[in-house]
Every structure is written in structure tokens, then in C-alpha cells.
């Protein structure tokens, strides 16, 4: 996601059928716990109760790392976790765990 909070992708599309929830809500905050993201939906599930959900908290950042238009290689980006290195196109991966609270 960009810090303008476009270029975002949904993980899941709650359909509220029988095994799924429905109306995720922010009034339930997600909570890490042992390094999973958990939350709850206010209806779908059985009896239209609602449903716990879970994610793991691990993703990766990445990008591109250009000069006057041109892709950067072998840009070594210490201090960061895993101390990652563009490739040939530039690009690098950054391997991150989440931790906190989502509101």
C-alpha cells in the first residue's frame, strides 16, 4: 500500500455464507497474538453470529530502486532488516513481521 493508501489489494471477500462472515467492523480491532492478526465480523457464520478471523502478520515490502530513470543494481540497503540488495532490475524484497494493534 502507498502512503496515500492507494495500491492496496483485499486479502478476503467476506460472502456471509454459512462458513463465512459477513460486515467486518473496525469496532472489533484486530489484536496480534503469538504473531497472528485476529478479528471478528458482526454477522455471517453460523446463525449469522458473526466469525473470528485470523492472518498472519508476515508480508514484504518491495520496490524499485532507479536513478535518472535507470535501474540501480547491486544497491546494498544496510540497516534494514535482512539487509536486502536490488537485483539487476533494481528491485528488492524486504521480508517484515507485523506487530502491534490495527485499528
Not at 469496532?27 to 458482526?42: K, P
Amino acid at each position: 500500500m502507498n502512503l496515500d493508501g492507494s495500491g492496496f489489494a483485499a486479502l478476503h471477500a467476506f460472502s456471509g455464507r454459512p462458513t463465512d462472515g459477513r460486515n467486518p467492523s473496525n469496532d472489533y480491532a484486530l489484536t496480534s497474538v503469538g504473531g497472528v492478526l485476529y478479528g471478528m465480523t458482526n454477522g455471517g457464520g453460523i446463525g449469522d453470529a458473526g466469525v473470528l478471523f485470523s492472518l498472519d502478520n508476515s508480508f514484504e515490502i518491495s520496490g524499485t530502486v532507479t536513478l535518472g530513470g535507470g535501474a540501480m543494481a547491486s544497491v546494498a540497503m544496510t540497516g534494514l532488516q535482512g539487509s536486502p540488495v536490488t537485483d539487476a532490475s533494481g528491485h528488492y524484497t524486504l521480508p517484515c513481521r507485523y506487530s502491534g494493534r490495527a485499528r
